[in-house]
């Protein structure tokens, strides 16, 4: 090997020979090694487990919605694993290099997916020292008792990898732990007994990890038997129940501590004890404990070594305590969700280093002045939702340019969003949602690269979408919805790989849909609906969809084949496009993770997949009605399936009812209406306890309706019976009314008939509604509905109907039903709409009707009634047409007089309207028309009567008569509507 010699001061060229000769030095020197190259550094059979241990899984990306930050990086470490290479140069892999054992393993999200079963190939590595596999997805796997066997562990992490079951005690005997974290995979189910297994043999443990475990069980003040020289402490979210104990304190060694989202409560005296020993404490989170009885300025007698504070929703009162920003050592501070506290947050004398403030949800007033913004430059998050914001200039916002959150939503903020929040490059978040902005988006948004989120949604903001938006190309969540943007969605959208979720709903968007955004290959959640768009929908080139809505748009053309290879795709809303064509391809049911399916008021053709009703158990919503779909219903469905609503209506449908329905034991909304189904009622239907709505109207239905004894507790909960327009015969169904219970009660809530799932689905349905068809997008909860018009039942009306006091709209026209209206029809106080028309009712009608007084639609025209219409203030408010057909009725508004029994009968003459020349009510004046004088009074009632009526007068005379009792008239009307 030649001698290299070097000078204090070389030379170039001497450097040049120096170099030279180096690298021949190197050379010579791996010359040597290859010749004679040690062995590996890892043992084979290490080297083969781990391998074993990449097959079991395969490489998927978790959403990043589903990370708690979106600054985790996913990166596939085992990808670098290859037979034949020294698995201690792997990623993730350390080794003991005297022994060459794998001593670590640091998969941190590396993007595992599948389920880790108890004969891993991992439990082969004994001698691990720190095992990290958070933030992968293993599937709901349990975890194994075998890992209790790593007796050399010091670190285990599995959190956030989707591990559930219960936490088996053999982790206590992992005695050398010193860090253990379990958290946030999911309830778990930590007994007592393991609990205590953990407390007594863990005893050199430093940093406690169980956020989100089930520790309900567990005796809050069991936690003093932890090890006294821990350090971190973090049961957020355990379910635990009672009192914060005092003797917390006696852990001093505490820095880190976390009860936050339990059930606990917090005493003065305790919290004081506990804050004046834990003097080492730096961070302390006590989120949703009970701390009412808690004076807020007592906070200042936080240990002055605290840098992080997080007291969201414990039910403080009273004013803000300013004074806590003497902790000079403050660096975050979250008081959210306390709608108690008041007061102003101060602008000047705040800690130096404050970096996180979030005071959402509270009454604390801020003014944004020159002073709050020169004490704040430090701040990082800014979460200031829903309090009170005292406008100054928002363009302040502009100078905090160390921002990385900035959260403005639901404070009435209006004018323009500030072009100055273009300089804050550093923001990760911006959610200016919920208020009032109006212009449009400025473009110097595109300067925040670093933007991960990104929502405008519920403004008044105007204009198109800026192209510069296309330069976010970290950006993960997209939400514009609910604004007035107009424009063709800009194809520059399409730049933004990382996107995830884009929400651009319920604006003016026009043109088609850029072909880009169907390329996105993250985007998880597409949301357009309720805009102008139109043309074919694109393929889309990857299958990471799992909501796509899409409703309410100008879309043609045929459902793209590319959607039935979304695997996870939970939603597919295509709805009210109209000009939909092409048919269901049976394809559909292979979404296995489908659980919303609309595709209504489209023209969608041929027949319904048979595979529609039993090709998952997870689908609770089917609505493919309004459409031009052939064939038959699906004729099996499968049991325990989730189906709440499902409507078939408004197609062409044939065939009959399948009995397999009653496999569907949750469905809550079936409407099988206008369509050519042939069958009798189905009785079976009244075995589904939760049925609220039934619409079999305009179908080819025949037969009886009255069910059996075993049928009388039938339809309880039925809101809305529609069998209307079918060729049902026989008498009324009685049995079925008497077990009407929903509608013998009414619903005060006031809210939308909805399914309470994961996504939300608001019930629709097109109904008859006060004799207009109407389509209704959200039915209240209020609404009871009776309709079995148009049909040949016969017999008379049951008494039983006045049980139904819920009633809102009543409808038995068009039968053959005889005999008397029931008085009973007067106890439904809540009825809006009765229509009995067109049947062979004889009598008078009930005088008991007339106190209806919320009676808006009255029609009982073409019947046999006689005698007097009832002179209800109600009745006053209809005209003749209401009654036309009834000869024998006679009074008000009809034209014909009322006589006392023996009195011949006579007929009104024609309307004043229909000539000048014409009387009111004709030379036959008697006592009820002047007691019919609409306000006028008893003596100008009978002297009006006696000179118009008894005397031929001039036209403009008898114009003048004619207005005085139409004002008299309109007066009325007014009370009874103030009444109502």
Known sequence: MPSVYFSSKPSAMGFSLLSRSFFLILFHFHSTLSSSAPPPLCAHHQSLSLLQFKQSFSIQTIPREYLPSFHIIQYPKTESWKEGTDCC????????????????????????????????????????????LSFNNFTTSHISSRFGQFSNLTHLNLSSSSFTGQVPSEISHLSKLVSLDLSWNGYQDLQLISFDKIVRNLTKLRELDLSSVDMSLVVPGSLMNLSSSLSSLRLDDCGMRGKLPSSMGKLKHLRYLDLGGNFLSAEPVSLYKIVQNLTKLRELALDSIDMSLVAPNSLTNLSSSLSSISLSGCGLQGKFPGNIFHLQNLEALSLSYNEGLTGSFPSSNLSNVLSDLDLSNTRISLYLENDLISSLKSLRVMCLRNISIIRSDLALLGNLTNLMSLVLS?????????????????????????????????????????????????????????????????????????????????????????????????????????????????????????????????????????????????????????IFKQQILAVLNLASNSKLTGEISSSICKLKNLLVLNLSNNSLSGSTPPCLGNFSNLLYVLHLGMNNLQGTMPSTFSKDNGLKYLNLGENKLEGKISPSIINCTVLEFLDLGNNKIEDTFPYFLGTLAELQILVLKSNKLQGFVNGSAAYDSAFSKLQIFDISNNNFSGPLPTRYFNGLQAMMASDHNMIYMRTTNYFEFVYSIQMTWKSVEIEFDKIRSTIRILDLSDNSFTGEIPKVIGKLKALQQLNLSHNSLTGHIQSSLGNLTNLESLDLSSNSLTGRIPTQLGGLTFLGTLNLSHNQLEGPIPGGMQFSTFNATSFEGNLRLCGFPVLKKCYRDGDPEQSLPPSYNEGEDSTLFGDGFGWKAVAMGYGCGFVIGVAMGYIVFRTKKPAWFRRMVEDTWNINKKKTRKKVGRRK
């Open 89 to 132: 140069f792997w990623d993730g892999v350390t080794c003991d290099l005297p022994t060459g054992l794998v001593t670590g393993l640091h998969l941190s999200s590396s993007m595992l997916h599948g389920t880790l079963h108890s004969n891993n190939s991992l439990f082969s590595l004994h001698h691990l020292r720190k095992l990290d």
């Open 410 to 562: 639901n404070n009435n903020l209006n004018g323009q969003i500030p072009s100055s929040l273009g300089n804050l490059v550093q923001l990760s978040s911006l959610d200016l949602s919920d208020n009032n902005f109006s212009g449009q988006i400025p473009s110097s948004l595109g300067n925040l690269v670093q933007l991960f989120s990104l929502d405008l949604s519920n403004n008044n903001l105007s204009g198109q979408i800026p192209s510069s938006l296309g330069n976010l190309t970290q950006l993960t969540v997209l939400v514009l919805s609910n604004n007035n943007l107009i424009g063709h969605i800009p194809s520059s959208l399409g730049n933004l790989i990382q996107l995830s979720t884009l929400h651009l709903m319920n604006n003016n968007f026009s043109g088609q849909i850029p072909s880009s955004l169907f390329a996105l290959p993250s985007l998880i959640y597409l949301d357009l609906h309720s805009n102008n768009l139109r043309g074919n929908i694109s393929e889309f080139k990857h299958d990471s969809l799992r909501y796509l809505d899409l409703s309410n748009n100008n879309l043609h053309g045929t459902i793209p084949s590319s």
